[in-house]
Each structure stands twice: as C-alpha cells, then as structure tokens.
C-alpha cells in the first residue's frame, strides 16, 4: 500500500478512485486530517493532507508522529511525500521537480521521535541516506516516462517557518551544500524512518529562495501560489506513474 502526504498545492489526488474518509486517532493524537483511502491505477492508495483538509496546520505545529502512525496503521509501507520548496542551487528555477537524496535540519522544538516515552528504550536509527532508493528510483523512473526531467539529488534544508527565511539564511545555508529550502521534511522522514517505511520525497520548487534570482528584493506569494497550482498537475502524473509501476 502507498502512503501520499500532499504539501502545500496538494490537498487531494483527484484521480483516486471509489475514495473514502477514514477519521484515526494515534497514542500520539490526531494527524492533520482524515485519511482518504482509494485506488490509483489499482494500486490502494493512503492520501494524507499534511497541513490539514483547509491548509491551516503551520510546519512546526503539525503532528508529524501522528501522521506516520497513521498511515503506518492503515498498512502503508510506502510513502511519497510532496513539498514545495524554494530553489537555492542554479539551475533550480522555479517549476523544477527535485527527489532530493539529503536532508540538512534547522529545525528547533519538534517532536522528532517515537522513542522518548517513559520507560520505552532508545533507539539511534542510522540516517546516514534519509531517503531510500526504491522509493527515489521509482519516482525517477515514472519522471521520466512521463518526459518529465526529475532533478536527481539535492540537499534540502529544513526550516522552522512559518516564515520565509532571511537573504543572509539563505546564503548560510548555501555554505552549509543545500540545494533548496523547506520547512516540512524533518521529522518526517526520521520518523518514517523509526518507522521502517520506505520514504522518499518530491519537491516542486516554486520561488527561487530569498535573495536569489529575482527575488533579490523580496519573495512575491501571488507567483509562487501560480507556480505551484502547475506544477502539481506534473506532480499528479508522476504520482500515477508510480502507482503504475506497482502492477508489473
């Protein structure tokens, strides 16, 4: 079964078939939104909508263990999870689709564990690749059957948000190797890793990052709202070709 967690842009997969709304409750509370449970392709899809059914969750106030303990409840082992992002690399304009293979986390007081609970014992999961390669190969594979160029690789800086971040963060984090900047994807892919899922990301870039680009001076939201509603229709037909790749 595949897990899809739907960013900012992707509230619903509007192909799934014979939908259903599962409300869930988790030892960790409740995830940001019902589950819908469907089928895309024949395969059984989970959709998650990650900042909640009207976009009103921000990055550091959603219940990323709840997410993952949900899907994880419902049998997904596999989870694609969408972002938008800004680009920080040349070449990462925006539009660009990226299945990044690195994470680099700026994030402060979230929850990042399942296991901190009294009595329960510790355990340190390697996390030396965050993303597994299935997952990232079969992205890749259905970006391309689609003639649509998927970036391979990419470092990702996690920020806290909500805000946008400095010029002078960016430039930091630019020193630091990352290629684009979110607020979303820690600690959810450590905790889809504690997990034991098969985790990978699809990032579509929709700015260049403060103080690049064209966005020397400041970060225009009308564009990145018009970028993202285009590039989620390429991001749908990529989610389809995964789906497809299921069946053979």
């Known amino acids: 079964m595949l897990g899809i967690i739907g960013g900012s842009g992707l509230n619903r997969i509007a ?5 259903r709304r599962v409300v869930m409750t988790t ?20 959709f998650l ?13 959603i219940n990323y ?6 899907l994880h409840a419902q049998g997904v082992r596999d989870v694609i999870a969408v972002a938008t992002v800004g680009g ?6 925006p539009g660009s689709l990226v299945v990044p293979d690195q994470i680099i986390d700026y994030t402060h007081g979230r929850e990042t564990t399942f296991f901190d609970g009294v009595g329960q014992a ?15 190969g079969r992205l890749l594979r259905a970006g391309a059957a689609a003639g649509d160029a998927l970036h391979d690789g990419g470092v990702y800086g996690v920020t806290q948000g909500p805000r946008l ?10 020193n630091d190797g990352a290629d684009i900047v979110g607020m979303t994807g820690m600690p ?11 985790y990978a990301m699809l990032c579509v870039v929709v700015n260049a990052a403060a103080g690049r680009g064209a966005n020397t001076d400041g970060v225009a939201m009308a564009e990145i709202t018009a970028v993202a509603e285009a590039a989620m229709r390429r991001v749908a037909i990529v989610l389809a070709g995964v789906a497809r790749q299921y069946g053979r």
């Open 15 to 19: 192909d799934l078939e014979a939908p």
């Open 27 to 46: 030892p960790y509370g409740e995830p940001s939104a019902a589950l819908t449970v469907g089928r895309l392709h024949g395969l059984e899809v989970v």
């Open 49 to 61: 909508a990650r900042h909640g059914d009207g976009h009103t969750i921000a990055p550091h106030r």
């Open 65 to 70: 263990r709840a997410n993952i303990q949900a």
């Open 88 to 93: 920080i690399r040349d070449g990462l304009s």
């Open 122 to 136: 510790l355990q340190h999961i390697d996390f030396t690749r965050p993303f597994r390669g299935e997952m990232r």
């Open 165 to 174: 971040e400095t010029a002078a963060e960016i430039n930091r984090m630019a």
């Open 188 to 198: 959810e892919a450590a905790l889809a890793r504690e997990m034991g899922l098969d």
